[in-house]
């Protein structure tokens, strides 16, 4: 395919579950469900509702197992959705610090703990997932076969850590104690299904598009670890935006389909020098350094050829995660990390890990790491190790704080989140009941109307504009 009949232009989203815990100062204790319920008192009360849409268009609620989730609304560029992922944090540590406060008022006291990881103490996970809208012509399982091994071996270069100790009858029982590279690489069970908590699997497939579903499919990757690190995050997300045009465009990738996917991940993630060989289905081996060296080969190449557009993710953000990408495989090669380590999660937070060990002469297992290992994830900026280590210059940012602030009440402004964002403003002075999903705005009741947004890269057309013109003036009005 000629690169330049490519649809460079991907709406992409990341949805983040975040730990929730708490210390109180009172004797009671609030359990996950019940500091989850005052959590989100402020959003119920306003909204009558655990499940709403921000102002700046992305989704806000309360997913199964009490996990306050983010879900970005929709961005058409690596670097805006970096920020919106920033902004999901800024607005839940707003809604975690009203919290103690209301806890503060009635006598219970305390800190409330939100944390941006993937599995809690006693062996749960929870997910960040990514989401790619891909067209609909380019066949699933051909997409999976090339894109699997791509995502098994990825946590080289983005995963967040973890310190890993054996658990009985856990996916980790084989393994002895020691330092792993992502937290979701042992709580896959399958390459692809539909399922999503029962058998988590790497690529869901449930075709839930959230648009024209004669044009367009929606890639559920759920693999992919939680990042602190905004370089890290760009990193995880820019490679597969590569790797995904490449594919479309039918560039010729070499064969590394895998025997066992989820074995593979699992050896990957405690073998940090990559050279673990990994079975192919084809009789032959290869290892995670040396698929992913061939990825970053062909993305180099890709970069070279790729159209530059006024719209979608602009090359030079692009060219800085292809430098990254490899400066990274260079130091799994070498094993000196020195030159990444201010910017890949997994990195920095293993050097933290190793400074206080060997200060302490303490061993892997120790409590005290395994606290640090935590609260690297603590989204409070006053508190996590992640946010310390920024102020003293040890770990790279990439997003002014100022756009994440700015985005943690407007909605990005060139995809359809847009008109969403438009209507989310228009109803919130008013009376009347509104539904709205990705796809839909709908002024409910008697005399009511609605706008579908087939479309995820329309923001905003003469006749849409008319429509919400239309919508807003039902919202004025009030409700028979």
Known sequence: MDPNTVHTRRITGLETEFGITSVLDSHRRLGPDEVARYLFAPVVEKHRSS???????????????????????????????????????LIFHRLASRCEETLAERGIGGKVYLLKNNTDSVGNSYGCHENYLVGRELPLKAL????????????????????????AGAPNENFGPGFCLSQRSDHVWEGVSSATTRSRPIINTR??????????????????DSNMSETT??????????????????????DFELSNEIRSIREIARDLTGSTPLDLRNGTSATALAIQRAFHAAAVDWLAQREEDSTGTPNSQLAAVVELWGRVLDCVETGDFSPVDTEIDWVIKKKLLDAVAARGNLAITDPRLAQIDLTYHDINPDRGLFHML???????????????????????????????????????????????????????????????????????????DAALADLTGLLAETPL
């Open 51 to 89: 499940n709403i849409y921000w102002s700046n268009a992305s989704r806000v609620y309360l997913d199964v197992g009490a996990h306050p989730e983010f879900a970005t609304a929709e961005c058409d560029s690596l670097h805006q959705l970096v920020t919106y992922d920033r902004a999901g944090e």
């Open 207 to 224: 075709d839930e598009p959230h648009a024209d579903s004669s044009r367009f499919r929606r890639l559920h990757v759920i693999v992919g």
């Open 233 to 254: 995050t760009a990193l995880k997300v820019g490679s597969a935006l590569l790797v995904l045009e490449m594919i479309e465009a039918g560039v010729n990738l070499p």
């Open 390 to 464: 920024v102020r003293r210059g040890a770990a790279k940012t990439l997003i002014d704080p100022a756009a994440v602030d700015l985005a943690t009440r407007q909605s990005p402004q060139t995809t359809r989140a847009a008109v969403r964002g438009r209507f989310l403003t228009a109803s919130e002075a008013s009376s009347r009941q509104t539904t709205v999903d990705w796809s839909r705005l709908k002024v409910n009741g008697e005399g009511g109307g609605e706008i579908l947004l087939p479309d995820p890269f329309c923001a905003g057309s003469p006749e849409i």
């Open 144 to 167: 999976s076969t090339q894109l699997l091994p791509f995502l098994v071996t990825r946590q080289l270069i983005c995963g967040a850590g973890k310190i890993s100790v054996p658990t």
